[in-house]
């Protein structure tokens, strides 16, 4: 797309931990699409604002980078698109590059890198703020003579810290653009010449080593003429760090939060909870009324719709209780050191520090935190993130771990703080992270290349965490959830109504309708593989369309047992229903199953997209099953004998 006199095309760009994202949110609000570069995972996100004067800017925020020499998919695209060789997009009419303003000496490099290119660019330094109460000064007119391009202060996580930008930004003249590779002939060219531009782009793919040095050089000459910094610029987050990087200290601390994280998602999130399954529960019996002389509709909307999706809607609280601390510990700048201080135990399990974000974000779901291991260069330790990563116990799983612990373990005090139903879901939690280092260190002694890769990450700055950041996080993932309840789940729960409920039993029939239904008849011959492992046909039935998302096995459940109702019974309360008729050891089996089962189609087809081989995809699924089933039916043997 060409520049036109009312439109402006910009490039955000920097590295890691600068801020650009919270940047990006505050200019363009709801005003932006996110997907993903066509044959590559790497995300999309686009925007767009209007500037006073009514002209448009269109924002596209680009995945973070440290160099242009690329080492990830992140940092190519990055890199293609700064240079206007993508195939698929435009290149910029301008460079928007984000430092954080107390860690230049950092950023500076990668700002001079983009400056070679022969681009427009403006630098916003971020989080100025944070400077100033480091005691840090920057003279700005000395840095903007100095780059040879405008420099604006930004404080991106507060209200109308960006106006100065969008201010400049609104007075940039009108730019020519670099046309796309395969771009037709007439094309609007760049204002500076084309070869002169691909020259600094090759040489800044390949630096040598007298060009790192320059770089490293001129970094420090701008710095000494521009930033002047008081003896301790980091007194406060040092001595925190001495604390929480200790090796036993931090460790402790790490485990201390999650633990009462795991403690919170049954304690804050109760009475919010009850108060959903309330709604739930006098929407269905009015709609129900409503549709009494319509049996079959009745019976859809009552037993499939409100017994299945209204349980799974119960536990939206519990999942938003799990992202408020998430959100909060990324925002505040803490995981970047639980990474840096569970380093040295990964590295023993045969993967590095930065395999924890990924593996974190395995928590929401393993699909982002599968997307998340191209930030890790090395192949062998992407791959051993990307098989282990379905272990981590995703949000999909919660639904299914709380229905089970409310049903089957008591509200006992522990040491008269602690509830041992958060104890025992911390412990769920604990053992998928448990499973996943295990495995890595198998994978590590079965792999020829013996070679070992040293961490190299940047620990920003502590800051508070912004609300409106953490209101924008909570809402995106309240979203998604209740995107999937409005969609595949409803989709499944809608089909397997269906399958429990037809064909219709033969007169005289003595069992509950279901029994007869193609449902029934499946989880009947299912049993004869799941009986050792203590699982009823009701579970064999849940577990199929628990293939799409694990979450659907609990409206499956409660939509079989909906229809298992004879008479006049009804079932008002799944977990009230299951705790009457599982064992204990019934429910601790499938407990076991859902730390190790590889439930999620999703995640194995994007294991095939990362990695490009099924190989890799039977091998995931198939030691996951393994690993349930035995998991399961240990757990079940063994309970049966105690109990």
């Not at 391009?149 to 507060?158: F, G, L, Q, R, Y």
């Not at 060009?211 to 930033?227: E, G, I, N, P, W």
């Not at 219709?504 to 509950?512: H, I, Q, R, V, Y």
Request: neutral net charge; glycine residues 6%.
């Amino acid at each position: 797309m060409n520049a036109t006199a009312t439109s402006l095309r910009i490039a955000l760009v920097g590295n890691p931990n600068c801020g650009k994202t919270a940047l990006f949110n505050r200019l363009t609000g709801a005003h932006q699409k996110v997907a993903n570069y066509a044959g590559v995972t790497v995300e999309r996100k686009e925007g767009r604002f209007v500037a006073p004067s009514g002209r448009v800017l269109q924002l596209l925020d680009l995945p973070g980078a440290y160099s242009l020499d690329a080492a990830s998919p992140d940092e190519a695209i990055t890199r293609d698109i700064c240079e206007g060789r993508h195939p698929e997009e435009a290149a910029p009419d301008l460079i928007v590059c984000v430092a954080d303003a107390t860690n230049l000496r950092l950023h500076l490099r990668f700002v001079l890198e983009l400056k070679r290119l022969g681009r427009p660019m403006v630098l916003a330094l971020n989080m100025i703020d944070a400077a100033h109460k480091r005691g840090i000064r920057i003279d700005v007119a000395a840095l903007e003579r100095g780059l040879g391009m405008p420099v604006v202060e930004t404080i991106a996580v507060k209200q109308g810290g960006a106006e100065a930008l969008v201010m400049r930004l609104d007075a940039m003249p009108q730019l020519s653009v670099l046309p796309p590779v395969g771009a037709p002939e007439g094309a609007m060219l760049p204002a500076v010449d084309n070869n002169s531009i691909a020259a600094a782009a090759a040489a800044t793919r390949s630096p040598s080593a007298d060009s790192t040095q320059d770089l490293h050089a001129q970094v420090r000459a701008l710095l000494a003429d521009t930033v002047t910094m008081p003896r301790a610029t980091s007194a406060i987050d040092d001595s925190i760090d001495a604390v929480v990087l200790h090796p036993v200290a931090g460790l402790a601390i790490l485990a201390l939060v999650m633990f009462l994280i795991f403690q919170a998602v049954f304690s804050w999130a109760a009475p919010l909870q009850d108060a959903v399954s309330a709604a739930v529960a006098a929407t269905g019996a009015q709609v129900g009324g409503w549709l009494a002389s319509m049996p079959l509709l009745q019976s859809l909307v009552t037993d499939g719709v409100f017994a299945g999706l209204g349980t799974v809607l119960e536990f939206l609280p519990q999942i938003l209780v799990l992202f408020l601390f998430i959100l909060i510990l990324e925002e505040s700048g803490y995981l970047p050191r639980a990474a840096f201080l569970l380093d040295k135990l990964m590295f023993k399990a045969g993967l590095t520090g930065r395999s924890f974000i990924p593996l974190l974000s395995s928590f929401a779901c393993a699909i982002p935190g599968i997307m998340a291991t191209r930030s890790i260069a090395d192949p062998r330790d992407r791959l051993t993130t990307i098989l282990v990563a379905p272990l981590m116990t995703c949000s999909a799983r919660l639904p299914v771990y709380t229905l089970l612990i409310a049903a089957f373990i008591p509200r006992h005090a522990v040491l008269g703080v602690f509830n041992l139903q958060g104890v025992v879901l911390f412990t769920l939690y604990f053992a998928g992270i448990a499973s996943a280092l295990a495995v890595a260190w198998v994978i590590k002694r079965l792999r020829t290349d013996k070679s070992e890769h040293a961490l190299m990450m940047e620990l920003p700055a502590y800051r508070m965490p912004n609300p409106r950041d953490v209101a924008w996080g909570l809402w995106e993932r309240a979203k998604i959830f209740l995107r999937r309840v409005g969609g595949i789940l409803l989709a499944l729960t809608v089909l397997l109504w269906f399958l429990s409920s037809f064909p219709a039993p033969p007169e005289g029939a003595t069992l509950p309708p279901i029994d007869y239904s193609l449902a029934g008849r499946i989880g009947h011959w299912m049993t004869a593989v799941f009986a050792p492992i203590g699982f009823n046909w009701q579970i064999c039935v849940a577990l199929i369309p628990g293939l799409a998302a694990r979450e659907v096995a609990v409206s499956s459940l409660a939509t079989v047992y909906a229809l298992s109702a004879t008479g006049d019974a009804a079932v008002t309360a799944l977990g009230t229903t299951i705790a009457s008729q599982w064992s204990l050891a019934t429910a601790l089996s499938l407990l076991a199953w859902y730390v190790f089962a590889p439930q999620c189609m999703s995640t194995l087809a994007v294991i095939r997209r990362e990695t490009n081989s099924w190989r890799n995809v039977w091998i995931a699924a198939g030691y996951l099953f393994a690993l349930a089933y035995l998991a399961s039916f240990i757990t079940y043997q063994v309970a049966r004998a105690f109990a």
